[in-house]
């Protein structure tokens, strides 16, 4: 068609070029950017993942599928808002609960497969619905809530055929949405193919799973009823982070290539500085010692091993999804509950709101952009509570001093930096220095690496996130120079605990 084109045509492109008036003097943004659904699931930052379901009963991580539904026989009703109560009690803002594995067995009665709770060992099981009563739980508790649906099915005999795809997975992921149509994640795992019952043919299933489950459609399918939905895993819109231990590389991006793959754990890890999709990391991680699902004799790690994992992925901009397995009653046990709690205390008395020194501090800027219309770039904007509000360099500088004073010294512990990443993900490095007298200034951080940001970075300034809260550093001044950018700076927090 271009060749086709009549050559005035080019020139009459070429004479009107227009030049559009920015009165707000806005930054332009650095791509790749993220969606708004991606934004909104960067804000959720810390959930709670519900391994449930046949596995719970045979001691297995992964069913073969050729499980008698019998099997699934809970002693009492499953209660998901237990489950959701601790996780809120942690200060997770929301979960995802498992409601079919790999095994194919569905915790609610589906049409698409007699392989459900319909057909359980005892009437607690027939009456379970997780995904009922789970995404209402989460509405009454003002959580937000998700469904791990696995794309590989070794029960369906139809699994690695065409029709699978469109007469059971798709038909499965329809009959969630009528549970609700505000669900923030779809987990997608990326396990798909290999052996398995298959409906009693067995035998080994192999698929490419791009090709497969039709991606792009499969995700313009699920966001037409679910605008809000992140597509984690086979949906390519949140990656993993590359391992299942709850770290996240101390350098961060959230843009990566599609070229890289779940072989290359350093680009997952790390991110890509040009990476050309915007697919920020999330971290899964047990709060558990066994398995994914409950096994008898688990123990739950201690709230000083979870508000580590806390650190290192939250920090370090990815989000994390601690997973937390209810027992053969259908509740998590007092042990997890208890410990859940002692991570939420923990969490606000570190890290609360209203812990934040950085509230209290006078704070100036070496350089600011110049005001807009009604838009203004102050560093005043990075301690006033508005997420919508940023400090920001003028075009063409990428380097910059932030400076905060206290009237009396303070103990310091934490920094959190965070970037407004609706306009890109942009610092490269950074410093952050303490001062009692503003003229002689000490390194803080130990040989943590002070490079990216994104949508959030917490520095302990002792340099250890395993064990963070010491006695910490009195100061009057605390000093963040930005060293490097990959465009102009720009903030839109600094909290100082």
């Known amino acids: 068609m271009l060749c086709l084109a009549p050559l005035a045509a080019f020139g009459q492109l070429s004479l009107n070029t227009q030049h559009l008036s920015n009165p707000e003097n806005e930054p332009l943004p650095v791509h790749p950017v993220p969606n708004e659904r991606q934004i909104m699931w960067n804000e959720t930052e810390f959930y709670a993942f519900f391994h449930y379901g046949m596995n719970t009963y045979t001691g297995r991580e ?24 601790a996780a809120k009690a942690a200060g997770m803002k929301g979960g995802i609960a498992v409601v ?12 698409t497969t007699t392989h459900n709770v319909t057909r359980s060992g005892n009437g607690f099981g027939r009456e379970t619905n997780i995904p009922r009563d789970f995404a209402k739980a989460a509405k009454e508790l003002g959580m937000k809530y998700g469904f791990y649906v ?122 890509m500085e040009n990476g050309w999709y915007w697919e920020p990391g999330e971290s899964d991680a047990k709060a558990t010692d066994a398995g994914w699902f409950w096994h008898e004799g688990e123990s739950v790690m201690s709230a000083e091993r979870l508000f580590q994992m806390y650190l290192e992925t939250v920090g ?15 509740m998590l046990p007092t042990a997890t509950t208890n410990t859940l709690r002692q991570l939420g205390i923990m969490l606000n008395n570190r890290l609360g709101d209203d812990r934040n020194l950085a509230t209290q501090a006078t704070i100036e800027a070496n350089t600011t952009r110049s005001n807009g219309a009604t838009k203004t770039y102050a560093a005043s904007n990075l301690t006033d509570a508005d997420k919508n509000t940023y ?30 990443i609706r306009l890109g993900q942009r610092i490269k490095a950074f410093r952050i220095e303490t001062s009692t007298d503003g003229t002689n200034w000490t390194p803080r951080g130990g040989n943590i690496a002070q490079t990216t940001v994104g949508y959030k970075r917490i520095i302990p300034l002792n340099g250890s996130t395993s064990a963070s809260y010491s006695t910490g550093y009195s100061a009057q001044y605390l000093r963040i120079t930005i060293l490097d950018s990959r465009a ?10």
């Open 62 to 85: 992964w069913g073969n599928g050729d499980e008698p539904e019998s099997l699934f026989a809970p002693t009492q009703a499953p209660d998901p808002r237990q489950w959701l109560e």
């Open 150 to 271: 696995s794309p590989w099915d070794r029960n369906s005999a139809f699994y690695g055929q065409d029709n699978y795809v469109t007469d059971v997975f798709l038909r499965q992921c329809a009959e969630l949405t009528k549970y609700g149509n505000d669900q923030f994640e779809m987990w997608f795992d990326g396990a798909n193919g290999g052996d398995g019952y298959y409906g009693g043919a067995g035998g080994t299933r192999s698929i490419d799973a791009s090709i497969y489950y039709d991606i792009p459609n499969l995700r313009d399918s699920v966001h037409r009823v679910l605008p809000d939905c992140v597509m984690w895993g086979v949906g390519g819109e949140a990656r993993w982070i590359g391992n299942e231990a709850g770290f996240a590389g101390e350098t961060n991006w959230s843009m990566i290539d599609y070229a890289s793959n779940d072989n290359d754990r350093n680009a997952l890890n790390s991110g």
């Open 488 to 497: 102009c700076p720009l903030m839109n927090n600094i909290s100082v605990f």
């Open 100 to 111: 079919k594995h790999h095994d194919g067995f569905c915790l609610w009665p589906t049409e």
């Open 391 to 420: 400090w920001a360099a003028p075009d063409g500088e990428k380097s910059a001093q932030i400076t905060l004073r206290w009237d009396s010294p303070k103990t310091l512990r934490y920094v959190m930096l965070q970037e407004p």
């Open 316 to 330: 370090r901009n990815a989000t994390l999804i601690l997973n937390c397995p209810p027992d053969k009653r259908g």
